[in-house]
């Protein structure tokens, strides 16, 4: 299905592939270090190009979040 585009390849360090729809508009995503899900963070920040020492150019970006989702309660 990623060879015909109906999917699309989401790499996480770490982590075997995962998969999301292909016509997803660009988003990034949040790991819950608990329970391990990989929950989609919706929109990107319009300057994070801004971010890269001067003089480079960025051809493209990849942001995940890590921390704990609503779910899973804080360890004791």
């Keep these: 299905m990623v060879e015909h585009g109906a999917l699309a390849t989401v790499e996480l360090p770490n982590e075997p592939s995962r998969y ?3 016509d997803m508009e660009h988003h990034h995503h ?3 270090t608990e329970c ?4 989609d963070i919706e929109g990107c920040s319009e300057h994070i190009d801004k971010l890269a020492p001067k003089g480079f150019t960025v051809e493209h970006h990849e942001v995940v ?3 704990r989702c609503p779910e899973c309660p804080e360890s004791p």
């Design 65 to 67: 979040l890590y921390g």
């Design 30 to 32: 949040f790991q819950c």
């Design 36 to 39: 391990q899900r990989v929950f």
């Design 20 to 22: 999301e729809r292909a």
